[in-house]
């Protein structure tokens, strides 16, 4: 059988799609966007130039013909799965339904955050999405995001932080950020919060959080920490912090790599109740005023998710829901 996965991939969650399908024994290939970027500054040039007075990316057009490129190389496929679909023009999804008499996509987004174009939509044969709304409303098939990371017991790590938590600048995450560090302080645990964004907000940020010591441990970056490198800061604290955005109704990543490394997780997202693997000994859903944070949560053993459970959330399992494999 022949797989194709077409995607930006901006985390690189997608080649770990690839290897899982060739570890299988399936011939996949991954057609990887997010690399392709202008070569030098001519380049980069001539983009800004055409941005601005064509309302043009030539950016845009180099990725779709290098998609298009890489098809007609490796021919016909079994199946092909388009991740980030609001990416690509409609045009170039045509082509590419061409390629394979079974299209699929999975939505890592709702389409309040991201939006794709009905027609886009109509070329598919098979929508995934993680998002609970989504689902309802426009009946895609509910699937969650995955387990990718490999499983590495409680027992096997020394935590000296008892929460942790990495976010991208958002009004919402750091409104709340501000009651749950009021919170930390006052139960006087040991914490570490990362939040990356743009130059010239630093400043304003510091103000909008409470006053803090010196030597407090929240993080104000415009670097990006490599995502690689963050399974080494989760194991160094007893459980991870998970804010939604606005809109979102459905799991993030966060939740699937708390249970891959056994850390507890906190999180102001009530639909995790929903799901099998809630356990109220490892998960704390917050409330409005993080007033229901004790200290006893971090002070409790993790327990352990049951393994028919837990393999209902790994990536060979999502493989095969969404290539339909019967392995």
């Not at 790590?157 to 600048?169: A, C, E, G, R, V």
């Not at 630093?202 to 959080?209: D, P, T």
């Amino acid at each position: 059988m022949k797989i194709c996965v077409i995607s930006f991939d901006f985390w690189g969650y997608d080649q770990h799609i690839v290897e899982s399908l060739c570890a299988q024994g399936i011939n996949a290939h991954h057609i990887k966007i997010g690399d392709v970027t202008h070569s030098n500054f001519s380049e980069r040039a001539t983009n800004a130039i055409s941005k601005i007075f064509l309302n043009k990316n030539l950016k845009t057009e180099k990725r779709q013909k290098f998609v298009l490129d890489s098809l007609e190389n490796l021919g016909y496929q079994d199946q092909i799965l388009v991740l980030n679909p609001d990416t690509f023009d409609i045009s170039t999804l045509q082509q590419i339904r061409k390629y394979s008499d079974r299209l699929i996509t999975y939505l890592y987004d709702s389409l309040d955050r991201f939006p794709v174009d009905r027609k886009k939509l109509e070329l598919f044969d098979k929508i995934f999405s993680f998002d609970i709304e989504d689902v309802k409303k426009y009946n895609f098939e509910k699937l969650t995001n995955y387990i990718y990371l490999p499983h590495i017991p409680c027992e096997k790590q020394q935590p000296k932080m008892d929460l942790f938590y990495i976010t991208s600048y958002d009004n919402k995450r750091v409104t709340f950020i501000k009651l749950l560090t009021k919170r930390l302080f006052e139960l006087n645990l040991k914490f570490q919060i990362i939040v990356i964004g743009k130059k010239g907000w630093k400043h304003q940020l510091k103000n909008i959080l409470i006053k803090v010591p010196e030597n407090l441990q929240i993080i104000f970056s415009i670097k990006k920490i490599c995502h690689s490198k963050l399974p080494e800061y989760y194991k160094n604290s007893k459980a991870l912090l998970d804010l939604t955005r606005e809109n979102q109704y459905g799991l993030s990543f966060r939740v699937f790599e708390a249970m891959a490394l056994e850390k507890k997780i906190i999180t102001d997202n009530e639909f995790i109740k929903n799901y099998d693997f809630y356990n109220p000994n490892n998960i704390l859903i917050l409330n409005e005023t993080c007033s229901n944070l004790d200290k006893s949560f971090f002070e409790t053993s993790y327990q352990k998710i049951p393994e028919e459970i837990y393999y209902r959330y790994t990536l060979d399992h999502w493989v095969n829901i969404i290539f339909n494999l019967n392995v």
